[in-house]
């Protein structure tokens, strides 16, 4: 049976709170106010206003005034709190962008429909309703994309890049997927590449909405809304293999992820799972498994040994709210986490995905865009000074990167004391934050309004 879901707090403040500060600081104005925001669930919210004012004495330092019972401090650089006694609410870090990455003026393409960073960090991809796909550098926030590509016809839905961070899988609601090069360029010249597709995959029926890349990529999976996960062989392009989703009923899927079948039960041993002759062309995929959110409300399970459904969780009530749209698998912690489209997340022990969610939470009924497991021991992303929830239990170091329809990202503590908020994520005004991604020890995220930012703990 499913944990009761906790009603985790929101911390917000304005936008460009830093703005405001750095007037301050300037001399600009002798002090100045910005906003500050405390909600939960089917409770009053607090609104009030942080007076910030230039200490008369060490004129580099900032004092905050919190009025209408709200909290605001600042411990360092970059590092600040809010709290909200009257709501229950104490300190939690108010977590601000290190970068922050506009599209250039040559690439107004507005909403962002697919984003990754390559996994050593040099680069991030970008992708479009119109099919483009843009690839930049991390070193500098106004320098043009690298390299561009126009893989799709229409919107692209998936990036992921390869292991080796210079090749890039990408899909789209044309029903394909594409290789890129994401080699970059030699020298730090201010051009961008333009680049074909290396190969294009073609099979399925409808949208493709997901993608995951098999160890060294050799082999890649896609999901689509016409019900199928597709085996591809990268060498030559073609496809290994089909597994209709929904126990066979050709549910949609709308969200995949992979890896290591570790301690993931699949199966009994009798023959229904004695492993078929695998095809020639599979490499890697024996110990392997893939978790795929439903559009029913569902996640199902496949053991890429046997190509069989290993489990399936309960199906929710059949309406637009229940679909799981994010999921998240991490074999080194055995924990799996999904983000529905009634914003509640739900996080599950694989080793008994029967006994159902062991933690379940919410902060409103916000859609669940992306999720993403990231390690919070020691103070990441906490106050320094103040202590942490990972710092008093090692079970709490471990968290989940939220991303949120309603522009409220967040970081929770996902340990064994219960679900609480981290870090708030801010930055966007009030645009749906679409993805986030973890690398190293930095989170990244990408919203409709077109604008990539980079935290770091």
């Known amino acids: 049976m499913d944990a009761q879901a906790t009603i985790l707090p929101i911390c917000t403040v304005q936008h460009d709170f830093q703005a405001v500060v750095k007037d301050v600081l300037d001399g600009v104005v002798p002090e100045d106010t910005f906003w500050a925001s405390y909600y939960k669930y089917r409770e009053p919210s607090v609104h009030g206003k942080v007076t910030a004012t230039l200490d008369e004495h060490d004129r580099n330092l900032v004092l905050y005034k919190g009025q209408n019972g709200v909290q605001f401090r600042k411990y360092g650089e970059n590092v600040y709190s809010a709290a909200s006694p009257g709501l229950s609410i104490s300190e939690t870090r108010i977590a601000t962008p290190g970068s922050t990455y506009s599209n250039p003026l040559e690439v107004r393409k507005g909403q962002i429909t697919a984003f990754d960073v390559a996994p050593d960090g040099s680069q991030f991809a970008t992708g479009y309703h119109d099919g483009t796909v843009y690839i930049r550098p991390v070193s500098s926030s106004s320098a043009p994309p690298s390299t561009s590509s126009k893989p799709h016809l229409s919107s692209v839905t998936s990036l992921r890049f390869f292991p080796s961070s210079r090749v890039i899988l990408t899909s789209g609601t044309d029903f394909s997927l594409s290789i890129l090069s994401a080699d970059p360029p030699e020298s730090s010249s201010y051009t961008t590449t333009k680049v ?4 294009t995959l073609r099979g399925h029926t409808r949208a493709v909405t997901s993608t995951a890349i098999i160890a060294r990529g050799r082999n890649v999976l896609s999901g689509a809304k016409d019900g199928t996960i597709r085996l ?3 060498p030559s392009g073609s496809q290994i293999r089909t597994l209709a989703a929904g126990s066979n009923s050709f549910v949609p899927v709308f969200a995949l992820s992979v890896g290591e079948r570790s301690n993931v039960p699949v199966g009994d041993g009798d023959t229904r799972d004695t492993p078929e002759s695998p095809d020639a062309r599979e490499v890697e995929t024996s110990d392997k498994v893939v978790f795929c959110a439903l559009q029913d409300g569902s996640f199902e ?9 290993v489990f ?7 309406n637009a709210r229940s679909a799981l749209q994010a999921i998240a698998y991490s074999s080194e912690r055995n924990l799996l986490a999904t983000g529905a489209a009634s914003g509640l997340t739900s996080v599950y022990d694989v080793r008994a995905l029967r006994d159902g969610a062991t933690l379940q939470f919410r902060r409103n009924e916000a859609p ?7 390690e919070l021991a020691g103070s990441k992303f906490g106050l320094g000074s103040v202590p942490t929830d990972s710092a008093e239990s090692p079970g709490a170091a471990v968290g989940l990167a939220v991303a949120t329809e309603d522009g409220l990202p967040y970081l929770a503590a996902i340990g064994s004391s219960g679900p609480s908020v981290r870090a708030e994520l801010v930055g966007t005004d009030c645009d749906a934050v679409r993805f986030v991604r973890v690398v190293g020890d930095d989170v990244w995220s990408a919203a409709d309004d077109g604008v990539v930012r980079r935290y770091r703990s």
Request: positive net charge; aromatic residues 10%; proline residues 7%.
């Open 368 to 374: 669940i865009e992306d999720l993403s497991f990231i």
């Open 232 to 234: 591809w062989d990268m």
């Open 312 to 318: 399936r969780s309960q199906v929710r009530s059949p």
């Open 196 to 199: 074909e597709p290396a190969r």
């Open 301 to 309: 399970v496949f053991d890429l040994r046997t190509k069989r459904v």
